[in-house]
């Protein structure tokens, strides 16, 4: 399999801008996760899905992050409009996780973001 | 709620030298799973293990081991005879099993290991 798959890697954009990121969860993995990593807040949860479905968006910080996942094999994560505080390493990661069971999280390689 | 501390923000060894990277954890869970994960410099998250709140028997997987302790909630890693290649920034983390898999991570430790 070839991993959880983001894009795009590294994502240059102006404030005010809109900034879509993609995620493509490894085949067959029914939950799938958005983190951010900052030097100051460390990894943090930002949403996570369940068989597609949104099940906690707690973390996503306002309004201005919005997240889909149309299908099993794609995901994305909008900034809209992106703020210079946005700028962060973006990770998706997927997982099997049936029943009482909570299976290891396998990350994408990330997206770094840089909102000037 | 849950938390993971990991008191060792940063450290420094010699290669060849043991090493332990503690972690301790904070949770009302009676069924829990425990994970280390490994930022190495390119900047992407490797799975290492994964622990569940029933099992603390110590694990060993080459020069890594695992040190789970229920009484001290505490789950420690060590590398053996550290090599340059193990320098990289270590997460601990902890599932939400009444949560889906939501994980709460650790601050992460940087292990810089000099040849």
């Known amino acids: 399999d070839a991993g959880v798959i983001q894009s795009p890697r590294h994502e240059v954009t102006e404030m005010g801008q809109e900034v879509t990121l993609r995620c493509k969860p490894i085949?067959?993995?029914?939950?799938l996760f958005w983190y951010r990593q900052t030097m100051m807040r460390g990894l943090e949860l930002l949403i996570y899905?369940?068989?597609?479905?949104?099940?906690?968006d707690s973390g996503m910080p306002e309004d201005r992050f919005s997240a889909k996942m149309p299908n099993a094999s794609f995901s994305t994560l909008k900034i809209q409009p992106s703020e210079p505080r946005d700028s962060a390493v973006y990770f998706c990661?997927?997982?099997?996780?049936?029943?009482?069971?909570?299976?290891?999280?396998?990350f994408g390689p990330g997206t770094r973001l840089t909102v000037t | 709620a849950q938390k993971v501390t990991q008191a060792q923000t940063e450290i420094s060894v010699v290669e060849k030298e043991d090493v332990t990277l503690d972690c301790v954890y904070e949770?009302?869970?009676?069924?829990?799973?425990l994970f280390w994960y490994k930022q190495p410099p390119s900047g992407e998250l490797v799975f290492l293990i994964r622990r569940n709140s029933f099992d603390e028997q110590n694990e060993i997987s080459g020069r890594y081991s695992w040190n789970f302790q229920k009484s001290t909630s505490s789950f420690n890693f060590t590398i053996t005879a550290s090599q340059v290649v193990d320098s990289a920034v270590y997460f601990c983390a902890l599932s939400h099993n009444n949560a889906g898999n939501m994980l709460t991570f650790g601050g992460g430790t940087r292990l810089m290991v000099k040849p």
């Open positions: 990661a997927s997982s099997l996780g049936q029943g009482m069971g909570s299976y290891e999280q396998y």
């Open positions: 949770t009302r869970d009676t069924t829990y799973y």
């Open positions: 899905f369940n068989n597609n479905v949104p099940i906690d």
């Open positions: 085949s067959g993995h029914d939950y």
